[in-house]
């Protein structure tokens, strides 16, 4: 078993590395390899839909002048993610949302089903609504959001105070200990999930999809509009 874990921070050895340093000491004492990776300082393009990703179906980013397409690729040997980042004005650090949007919507069955965690480090406000962030794109793959005791966050400002948080690091062992039960318990599923998913995360016809979805809206809206029909409303006197 091997769980990748995703620096979103450009400071090599600063806090949120920390976290994710606790989080990987503890799936090694459970007897899962880990590798830890960084986003660093280098620019990492925003992706731009130009679909190419899916014309070519080879599960690469066209853009192949950042690290997108490197880190996406240690997925296929990887049974699990944890992708943490610092806080910026309230979110994730704008880089690692980059590359998270654009490895799972190149490559995307490589990370299908596979559990997953988000971790956001802050100095004092802002790290559950960054936390929701890092989240979001991954419940659209089919994985399992790994939890812990408490959020999944940790605080410090100044590099190396995150260490000091000591229900921060209690929370990173734990969430690496709830990694590991799931992913042992997902593991027999695997095949399954991705086999039932495929087809609504790769619609073929994505034009006849969005029809079907947009003519749907429409009768709910027409058949509620019938409903209201000679009903009068009563506006309440101001």
Do not use: H
Request: proline share 4%; with cysteine; charged share 20%.
């Amino acid at each position: 078993m091997k769980v990748l874990l995703i620096n979103g921070s450009p400071r090599k050895n600063g806090n949120t590395y920390l976290a994710l340093r606790e989080a990987a000491l503890e799936l090694e004492k459970n007897g899962v390899e880990t590798e830890i990776v960084g986003v660093g300082t280098k620019p990492v393009r925003g992706c731009i839909a130009c679909s190419t990703c899916k014309s070519k179906a080879n599960n690469r980013c066209v853009f192949d002048d950042d690290m997108c397409n490197e880190v996406s690729a240690k997925m296929a040997t990887c049974d699990g993610l944890i992708v943490g980042s610092p806080v910026y004005y309230g979110q994730p650090n704008a880089t690692v949302v980059a590359l998270v949007q654009r490895m799972l919507y190149s490559n995307g069955a490589a990370f299908n089903g596979k559990p997953v965690a988000g971790v956001t480090v802050c100095r004092r406000g802002g790290a559950t609504a960054a936390l929701q962030t890092l989240n979001m794109p991954f419940q659209l793959l089919n994985m399992p959001i790994v939890t812990s005791q408490y959020w999944n966050i940790v605080y410090g400002r100044t590099e190396g105070e995150a260490s000091l948080d000591a229900e921060g690091m209690q929370t990173m062992r734990s969430l690496a200990k709830n990694g590991v039960y799931a992913e042992s318990y997902g593991r027999p599923t695997q095949a399954r999930i991705r086999s039932a998913a495929s087809d609504a995360l790769y619609p073929i016809d994505e034009t006849k999809r969005t029809n079907k979805l947009y003519g749907n809206t429409r009768r709910n809206i027409q058949k509620d509009c019938r409903t209201l029909q000679g009903v009068r409303i009563r506006v309440p006197e101001q």
